[in-house]
């Protein structure tokens, strides 16, 4: 998979993931126990790490297959808080890691993770649901959406511009997105959404509702760009976006200099 030292560890030297269709993946338990894992794990079945994590003899099946069936990206999960003894529901924050990429990203912190990940995961937790951190590879495309074909929801952080720029196909990402959703498995945002509401003239579109900021502007042309935001500089400081794009890039906080 990925190579240089920039790439968290764990994605250059992960092991060969295990190879199972989504049919196999589903035909297992929720709560799968030792024998049941072994037999689906054969010869790669991780004995130590199946006993770190089983919980009455047994782990949940979206652990497993995470562990087994996914290439490893990150490079540890610091900060994230212990998995739920029982938990309600089972659900995965999902990110994409572009290789190519120094650190897989702009907004990717040294383990690969998204800056925002450990805490969107710490968030669910606290709730009482199981989350686990996962990453899209796009040469593992279906052992993936088999996994995701097992949670009860899904938290996709996979930003589009990144799934093009590390090789993958954003068309088929999403129809598989589509799949899950039409087997009643919550995925926010659907693809949908951010077609629709991803690109940030949205907020323009809200800002005279109660959830947005009737300061908003979206600026197309120089001239409006020089009018609408001189006249708003004149009261506050300001971000400035660009109109698409959740990578944490093309984003500016702008202060006047002198303040008369």
């Known amino acids: ?134 990453h899209y590879v796009h040469s593992q495309h279906e052992a993936f959406f088999g996994v995701m074909g097992c949670m009860d929801a899904i938290l996709c952080r996979c930003n589009p511009g990144q799934i093009k720029a590390d090789g993958g196909d954003q068309g088929k990402f999403d129809d598989s997105v589509r799949a899950l959703q039409k087997k009643g498995i919550p995925v926010w945002p659907s693809p949908d959404v951010m077609e629709f509401m991803g690109a940030k003239d949205a907020l323009t579109k809200i800002r005279n509702l109660n959830t947005g900021m009737a300061d908003t502007g979206t600026y197309y042309t120089d001239e409006e760009f020089i009018t609408g935001f001189k006249k708003t500089m004149k009261f506050q400081p300001r971000v400035i976006k660009q109109n698409r794009g959740s990578s944490g890039e093309g984003i500016w906080i702008i202060n006047l200099k002198s303040k008369d």
């Open 1 to 134: 998979m990925g190579s240089g030292a920039s790439a968290p560890k764990g994605y250059t030297d992960k092991k060969a993931a295990l190879e199972k269709s989504p049919e196999d993946m589903a035909a297992l338990a929720t709560f799968v126990d030792k024998d049941a894992a072994k037999a689906f794990c054969g010869d790669k079945f991780d004995e130590a790490a199946f006993d770190a994590a089983v919980k009455d003899g047994k782990v949940p099946r979206a652990k497993l297959l995470i562990d087994a069936c996914l290439i490893k990206v990150s490079s540890d999960d610091d900060g994230l808080l212990p998995q739920p003894d029982a938990p309600k529901k089972q659900t995965c924050v999902a990110q994409i890691y572009v290789n190519s990429h120094e650190f897989g990203g702009t907004d990717k912190s040294c383990n690969g993770h998204r800056y925002d990940s450990i805490p969107f995961g710490n968030g669910m937790i606290k709730a009482g649901m199981a989350c686990y951190l996962v």
